[in-house]
Antibody, heavy 120, light 112 residues
Framework: DVQLVESGGGLVQPGRSLRLSCAAS????????MHWVRQAPGKGLEWVSG????????GYADSVKGRFTISRDNAKNSLYLQMNSLRAEDTALYYC?????????????WGQGTLVTVSS | SYELTQPPSVSVSPGQTARITCSGD??????AYWYQQKSGQAPVLVIY???KRPSGIPERFSGSSSGTMATLTISGAQVEDEADYYC???????????????FGRGTKLTVL
């Protein structure tokens, strides 16, 4: 079975950094693009960032561009999100999501999320 | 930046037809997808490529798209369909590359 397990969330002060991880299992990790999607408390889904299977294509939402960096380690079946210069508005549940097989650009599996709280 | 616009809420009685719309300038060229999210759970895909239904999704869920508007229709809505629904698409606006994605702000469906 496909499993995506996020970790690394927590309480952090504004301006500080945090690194999220997503451990993937149950599928051939390096065959698929992966994404981060977040959801602020009581709010909607927001796509954050995506990375192709070989890290050759990367995209960021305008709200995080220049502050967040997505990466992956196919040897470790892991996805990462380095978050710098955190702001209160980055407070959210961060989901790791697997992209469906090409050519479909939707997410077919999601983790349960890791909560990031940015507050002094 | 590219936006998908949904109504904040839709309310129907059980057995009625619920329609949730999603408008976006690129929808004539890009497929719409729909996710259902129940409270405390991860989202679940209910419609892909405008009108296709994934296996395991009840037949009462259908989708359509015309021009700049996509529509999710739930025919004979059930109490268990009460959830937030998000439209989703790819975003190639501006200098965004093929890996950009966008969600609508979501529509809360109430069935009572």
């Amino acid at each position: 079975d496909v499993q995506l397990v996020e970790s690394g969330g927590g309480l952090v002060q504004p301006g500080r950094s945090l690194r999220l991880s997503c451990a993937a299992s149950g599928f051939t990790f390096d065959d698929y693009a992966m994404h981060w999607v977040r959801q602020a408390p009581g709010k909607g889904l927001e796509w954050v960032s995506g990375i192709s299977w070989n890290s050759g294509s990367i995209g960021y939402a305008d709200s995080v561009k220049g502050r967040f960096t997505i990466s992956r380690d196919n040897a470790k079946n892991s996805l990462y999100l380095q978050m710098n210069s955190l702001r209160a508005e980055d407070t959210a549940l961060y989901y790791c999501a697997k992209e469906a097989p090409s050519p479909y650009p939707y997410f077919d599996y999601w983790g349960q999320g890791t909560l990031v709280t940015v507050s002094s | 930046s590219y936006e998908l616009t949904q109504p904040p809420s839709v309310s129907v009685s059980p057995g009625q037809t619920a329609r949730i719309t999603c408008s976006g300038d690129a929808l004539p060229r890009k497929y719409a997808y729909w996710y259902q999210q129940k409270s405390g759970q991860a989202p679940v895909l209910v419609i892909y490529e405008d009108s296709k239904r994934p296996s395991g999704i009840p037949e009462r869920f259908s989708g359509s798209s015309s021009g700049t508007m996509a529509t999710l229709t739930i025919s004979g809505a059930q109490v268990e369909d009460e959830a937030d629904y998000y439209c989703y698409s790819t975003d190639n606006s501006g200098n965004h590359s093929g890996n950009h994605r966008v969600f609508g702000r979501g529509t809360k469906l109430t069935v009572l």
